[in-house]
């Protein structure tokens, strides 16, 4: 690029659609926030696709994107989802931890400053590794002293979502997933294929949604490593209500969630670089 050539950019800046000159030109203009959206491909009972959580966080980033001065890396697709039914494809997360890592590297050593993960998926497995993940990463890369790393879940983006996660105990697949499929895809979405798990398989899994897990030992000790598979008698695997499922719903929360994500991103933005405030840490260890 020509030495002061400007170039006429619009928002979202998508970086599969952009070339190097123009990321080279985006990052110079201060540009230097980018979403890295991440999914998961996984069962959504019979009335989503296995695409969900990657469409949803690709369609929040780039609505954030819209709005807020950063660019939308490539969709990250794959997780640990922990599930086995049909059309779920596990990657473990210790692959999943190495590959965020060379992503906010590749990011970082081109001069971006913030690299913002927005994460599509929970699971208590998936959480845990991206915790401490999010925790480690800098402690062997002291020469990336001034940049910023962070990881969104998206849902903690929306109040409602999270006060009503608690109050009507919908997780999986029900109203809220599929209120929101109805706005980001709802070409996706069949609302007449909805099914549900035997009433009293279904309500366990509302109750606590990490009982798909069938847990057993060799040993009844808390040393001993269980074995951990999905119990038999799940066929459906969703987690709530979907028949209540409505695009309004589904329009509140994107747009709690956007609104939230432009905030964020945005403190992010106007930080003094290579400023430190000090942080507490939960440990987990005796010593």
């Known amino acids: 690029m020509a030495e002061g050539r400007r170039l006429t950019l619009k928002p979202p800046f998508l970086w599969q659609n952009l070339t190097v000159e123009e990321i080279r030109y985006l990052i110079r203009t201060d540009c230097r926030t980018v979403l890295v959206p991440v999914g998961v491909i996984e069962q959504h009972g019979y009335h989503l696709s296995t695409f969900t959580d990657c469409h949803l966080a690709w369609g929040i980033s780039v609505r954030i994107a819209e709005k807020a001065n950063c660019l939308v890396a490539p969709l990250m697709p794959y997780l640990f989802s922990g599930g086995t039914l049909p059309g779920t494809i596990n990657v473990s ?18 001069g971006i400053l913030n690299v913002v993960i927005i994460l599509g998926h929970g699971g208590s497995e998936n ?14 890369r002291p020469h990336l002293h001034d940049r910023l790393l962070a990881i969104v879940p998206v849902w903690e983006l929306s109040p409602t979502w999270v006060r009503m996660f608690k109050e009507r105990k919908d997780f999986h697949a029900g109203e809220f997933e599929t209120s ?16 549900l798990d035997k009433p009293a398989v279904a309500e366990k899994m509302r109750q606590d949604p990490d009982w798909y897990q069938l847990v057993e030992k060799a040993l009844d000790l808390t040393w001993v490593a269980p074995h951990v598979s999905q119990r038999p008698e799940i066929e459906v695997g969703v987690m709530g209500e979907p028949f209540r499922a409505d695009k309004s719903l589904g329009e509140k929360l994107v747009r709690e969630i956007v609104a939230g994500g432009v905030a964020f991103i945005n403190k992010v933005a106007r930080r003094k670089v290579g400023q430190r405030v000090s ?9």
């Open 93 to 110: 997360p210790e692959t999943v931890v190495l590959m965020l890592s060379d992503i906010a590297d590749a990011l970082f050593n081109q």
């Open 127 to 140: 959480y845990q590794a991206l915790m401490n993940f999010k925790h480690l990463y800098f402690h062997k």
């Open 180 to 195: 929101l499929m109805l706005v980001l895809a709802p070409e996706s979405v069949h609302l007449k294929r909805c099914r």
């Open 279 to 287: 942080a507490k840490v939960v440990r987990q260890s005796i010593f």
